[in-house]
């Protein structure tokens, strides 16, 4: 029989994370909780440096709440590895 010529379908991104995160669930049940922890605390540090930085403006306190989510997810993942 011949091999197909079609390449065989990898996993999605989606799906790795959540076998990592299944994979690491397993050995850490803990770990749902400090996940959802460094992501408030992400988003808490962003709100906190939109208003320190002058002038204060509703669209930077966003735009900083924005940033310090994405540095909690970028933690959060490190976590998982």
């Known amino acids: ?8 379908k990898r996993p999605g991104f989606f799906s790795q994370l959540r076998t990592l995160f299944t ?3 397993k050995a850490f049940p803990w ?5 959802i922890g460094i992501l408030v605390v992400g988003a808490a ?5 939109g208003f320190l930085v002058q002038p204060v403006a509703w669209w930077s306190v966003l735009l900083w ?6 540095a909690g ?4 993942m ?4």
């Open 31 to 35: 770990l749902p909780y400090v996940l």
């Open 1 to 8: 029989m011949a091999r197909s010529t079609t390449p065989e």
């Open 65 to 70: 709440a924005i940033t310090g989510l994405m």
């Open 45 to 49: 540090i962003g709100v906190g440096i």
């Open 23 to 25: 994979f690491t669930r």
């Open 78 to 81: 490190m976590t998982m590895t």
């Open 73 to 76: 997810i970028l933690a959060a």
